[in-house]
T-cell receptor, first 112, second 116 residues
Framework: DAKTTQPTSMDCAEGRAANLPCNHSTISGNEYVYWYRQIHSQGPQYIIHGLKNNETNEMASLIITEDRKSSTLILPHATLRDTAVYYC?????????????FGQGTRLTINP | EAGVAQSPRYKIIEKRQSVAFWCNPI?????LYWYQQILGQGPKLLIQFQNNGVVDDSQLPKDRFSAERLKGVDSTLKIQPAKLEDSAVYLCASRSVVGGNYNEQFFGPGTRLTVL
């Protein structure tokens, strides 16, 4: 699986958009970008995934650059409950390459 | 729908003792995973089941860890004997294979193990 690089920590004011970057320069053509988050003392929670087009759901938006070497997760109106560790993961879909390999993630703190 | 259930939530044992964790996945999810999460790190996959068969156990320390999913539903993870470095949160996750391979994993709350 391709390795991802994320900032160790970020801060964001409540009500503002939180933009979390991720670099995945060695991503291959059949690998998707997944984002999970882990709130303190809970298991990770799926947020969103994408291949090459921008994606949006009720939780967040995912912007993937045209060369697919980086992406940004956007939480449009961050709340205190969005404080968590956010993991960017590159995952293949072919049999045997479907596992999630978690890095250190970005610790996002939403400040009141 | 009910989420992934795990028990116990917390366990404290002394080194060289044995311990077992239980996981009940979301109904109908064929794929089940066990992860180990050491404090300050991301989760690390220990073993993946597809129904009752092992798909990937390459990172399972087989000299002391074992896992089973006999009927393709519930699963248990056992450590015998435990070492200090096994102190971690053990997470269970499940995934449906219906609809495609991009389906997300659903995680349980985890079992926090402390080895003294």
């Amino acid at each position: 699986d391709a390795k991802t690089t994320q900032p160790t920590s970020m801060d964001c004011a409540e009500g503002r958009a939180a933009n979390l970057p991720c670099n995945h320069s060695t991503i291959s053509g059949n690998e998707y970008v997944y984002w999970y988050r882990q709130i303190h003392s809970q298991g990770p929670q799926y947020i969103i995934h994408g291949l090459k087009n921008n994606e949006t759901n009720e939780m967040a938006s995912l912007i993937i650059t045209e060369d697919r070497k980086s992406s940004t997760l956007i939480l449009p109106h961050a709340t205190l409950r969005d404080t968590a560790v956010y993991y960017c993961i590159v995952r293949g879909l072919i049999q045997g390459a479907q596992k999630l390999v978690f890095g250190q993630g970005t610790r996002l703190t939403i400040n009141p | 729908e009910a989420g992934v259930a795990q028990s116990p939530r917390y366990k404290i044992i002394e080194k060289r003792q044995s311990v077992a964790f239980w996981c009940n996945p979301i109904s109908g999810h064929a794929t089940l995973y066990w992860y180990q999460q050491i404090l300050g790190q991301g989760p690390k996959l220990l073993i993946q089941f597809q129904n009752n068969g092992v798909v990937d156990d390459s990172q399972l320390p087989k000299d002391r860890f074992s896992a089973e999913r006999l009927k393709g539903v519930d699963s248990t993870l056992k450590i015998q004997p435990a070492k200090l470095e096994d102190s971690a949160v053990y997470l269970c996750a499940s995934r449906s294979v219906v609809g495609g391979n991009y389906n997300e994993q659903f995680f349980g709350p985890g079992t926090r193990l402390t080895v003294l």
